[in-house]
């Protein structure tokens, strides 16, 4: 059974830093790019960051030089470092892991507050 499980949203005023995790099981992690989506209240989902079997990242416009996706084989967890946060970051992250089949966590709220 696959499970992608996110951790470490929160309440968080503008400015300040949080941390996601998503740690993973029932795949061969390494072999998977992962993902970290977001949506918003009334929008649509949105990448936010990837993360490649190899390494390679890749991040939205919107979050470049503030997000940092990272990825610890070992621990099978995606991570992705969230600084100098803005009300516009408030949605629900998701966790996703891709091969061959895709598969998607339940997420974890951020609420950034003005």
């Known amino acids: 059974q696959v499970q992608l499980v996110e951790s470490g949203g929160g309440l968080v005023q503008a400015g300040d830093s949080l941390r996601l995790s998503c740690a993973a099981s029932g795949i061969i992690f390494s072999i998977n790019h992962m993902a970290w989506y977001r949506q918003a209240q009334g929008k649509q989902r949105e990448l936010v960051a990837v993360i490649a079997s190899g390494g390679s990242t890749d991040y939205a416009d919107s979050v470049k030089g503030r997000f940092t996706i990272s990825r610890d084989n070992a621990k099978n967890t995606v991570y992705l470092q969230m600084n100098s946060l803005k009300p516009e970051d408030t949605a629900v992250y998701y966790c996703?892991?891709?091969?061959?089949?895709?598969?998607w966590g339940q997420g974890t709220q951020v609420t950034v507050s003005s």
């Open positions: 996703r892991a891709n091969k061959i089949v895709t598969y």
